[in-house]
């Protein structure tokens, strides 16, 4: 798709060095996001156990997910592009056009600025979407926060983060009046109000864009780009984005704006937690390479992982000591102790959910495995044998 005009994005997509470069992977793919939502498995998966899919290769990787999250798309300034480039370059041949390298960076698909640059650079990209129930992902997000020195509580955080949406008229939501007609009643009235909400999103409520321009990372107070463009909205929206990243179907419609719909897979964490090995080999025939040949699943270390029971594959989901695995609730009580402001975000993104289904319809994407509804209730973690090891 042709780029748009836009002050995030066509400038600075087009400047990008790695664009630029002609030592860049012939063939890339992404997995976009979204964070939280079983994104470090499935990409561990498609580069440990298939050939022909490759990660980066650093040298002294400096974090935990250093080969699978480049995050050079969604920062400003923009990090080194030599050692983007170089670290596929340490994994394969780059220019092989029977080889794909993948970047598995969560944090571009809520960043509006990433998806204007990728298709800068990589027009032909693969895009890998994980979705996962935004309330669920949400306070998984929050844990790892929490897991890391967060201090805040779920509520404080999600109630602070709506609070700033609203103030900067971004929070997405309907007026209450018609989002209960519309949740109560599936009769003509309600078609029309929903055509009227319809209106009212296109012409009254700004898009993911227009609320999130740009979104970068360690921007810092950085307002302009060098070229004096590009501003950042970082002091505004804080870069967490709990409640913000779980707006999928805003982000989804930002992204068909630069890739054509071939170009998506959207996959769902739910059916990946039912059937790992089905939702791999769909990647693995999106991608264009074989599935037969990929390897059978890694046997477990027993001592890695929290729980000793469940296949295999199930266990890693309790894998110790990598941030982008299942990291124990530190608050064991966190589902009860935090169950209204889980309730409010249920309520809340009642609507955003409905443009996803709605959107998802339009994309087929149903027939590839999504089942269209959201699990009611997030997995409850608390108090369980499996969280018994909790450290
Ligand atoms: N196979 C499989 N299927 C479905 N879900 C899985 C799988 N493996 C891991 N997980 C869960 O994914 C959560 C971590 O997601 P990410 O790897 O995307 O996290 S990160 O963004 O890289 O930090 C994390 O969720 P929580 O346990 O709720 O925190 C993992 O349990």
Known sequence: KPLQQDRCCLKDSAKTPVALSPRKPKNMAFIIGAQKSGTTFLFDELVKRHPHIKSREIK??????????????????????????QAFENAANTQNTTLTFIDGTPDYMHTPSAACRIAGAFPEAKLIVLLRDPVARALSHWNMFRVFGGKKGFEEEVGDELAMMRKKGCSFELPPTLAGS???????????????????RDKRIPSYNACFRCTFGRCGTLKRSEEG??????????????????LYAYQLE????????????????????????????????????????LAPPEDLDASNLISGRGSSVVKGFHKKNASGWSLPMRDKNA????????????????????????????????ANGW????????KNKSGTEDNDEDE
């Open 60 to 85: 002294e990787p400096g974090r935990i997910n250093d080969e699978k999250e480049a995050h050079y798309f969604n920062m400003l300034p923009l990090p080194n592009a030599e050692r983007y480039i």
């Open 182 to 200: 519309i949740s109560s009643s599936p009769s003509a009235d309600a078609v029309e109000l929903a055509n009227e909400v319809q209106w009212k």
């Open 229 to 246: 463009s590009v501003s950042c909205v970082l002091d505004e929206f804080p870069l967490l984005g709990y409640v913000r990243r779980g």
């Open 254 to 293: 930002w992204w068909m704006k630069f890739f054509s719909e071939d170009q998506f897979l959207i996959l769902n964490q739910e059916q990946m937690e039912k059937d790992p090995e089905f939702v791999i080999k769909k990647a693995i025939t999106f991608l264009g390479q074989d599935p037969n040949l």
């Open 335 to 366: 589902t009860q102790v935090y169950a209204r402001a889980i309730e409010d975000l249920y309520r809340y993104f009642a609507h955003p959910n409905q443009e996803l289904y709605a959107l998802l319809k339009t994309l087929k994407v149903a």
């Open 371 to 378: 089942t269209g509804e959201f699990p009611k209730e997030p």
